[in-house]
């Protein structure tokens, strides 16, 4: 089935550590995104990407790399300097030539 | 800038009852896009359903609707004969038209519906 597949889906990481949350995506869309969700703020905008090889800084990129090296693929690395890394991570990504957004399932970092 | 508000932080709703959704939002372009997104439990988000900018007429798929008010820049969500199933945060989101890099999803702050039996 076609579809946004994240994972981990639960990660937990140390103060200090490199984190990289995966994205793979078989729908053949161009366009990937990167959303955070924090409780009482919706979804704030970290990256995206409208081809390959090419990537956009979004609201609250300090702190995060992206890459996309492959059409399917568009992986988020949560650094240490991303000072409250803690949250509800979204990808989605979008078929050219639609406003709709397509989600994956999330995943949940946390910081010990 | 573009801002998206909704300004129902948790709603309840009977099952088999109506319940609506407010949503507000502030652009200055005139073609746009508007969607209403559901986040069950699960947190995977699903689209209800979206509305263009330059249609008059609301969208509607099955028990969902929309009121679009397109001077009031106001968007709303009517969900009729609620069920179980619908509990879930909602969440109302622009988008500016195609074209650019840069025609990102707004999103607003979500309302949490509740739907009792």
């Known amino acids: 089935d076609g579809g946004i597949t994240q994972s981990p889906k639960y990660l937990f990481r140390k103060e200090g550590q490199n984190v990289t949350l995966s994205c793979e995506q078989n729908?053949?869309?161009?366009?990937m995104y990167w959303y955070r969700q924090d409780p009482g703020q919706g979804l704030r905008l970290i990256y995206y990407s409208q081809i390959v090889n090419d990537f956009q800084k979004g609201d609250i990129a300090e702190g995060y790399s992206v890459s996309r090296e492959k059409k399917e693929s568009f992986p988020l690395t949560v650094t240490s300097a991303q000072k409250n890394p803690t949250a509800f991570y979204l990808c989605?990504?979008?078929?050219?030539?639609?406003?709709?957004?397509?989600f994956g399932e999330g995943s949940r970092l946390t910081v010990l | 800038a573009q801002t998206v508000t909704q300004s129902q932080p948790e709603m309840s709703v009977q099952e088999a009852e109506t319940v609506t959704l407010s949503c507000t939002y502030d652009t200055s372009e005139s073609d746009y896009y508007l969607f209403w997104y559901k986040q069950p439990p699960s947190r995977q988000m699903i689209l209800v359903i979206r509305q263009e900018a330059y249609k008059q007429q609301n969208a509607t798929e099955n028990r969902f609707s929309v009121n679009f008010q397109k001077a009031a820049k106001s968007f709303s969500l009517k969900i009729s004969d609620s069920q179980l199933g619908d509990a879930a945060m909602y969440f109302c989101?622009?988008?500016?038209?195609?074209?650019?890099?840069?025609?990102?999803?707004?999103f607003g702050t979500g309302t949490l519906l509740a739907v009792q039996p």
């Open positions: 729908l053949n869309h161009d366009a």
């Open positions: 989101a622009y988008r500016k038209s195609l074209g650019g890099a840069t025609n990102k999803l707004i």
């Open positions: 989605a990504s979008r078929p050219i030539g639609s406003g709709e957004l397509f």
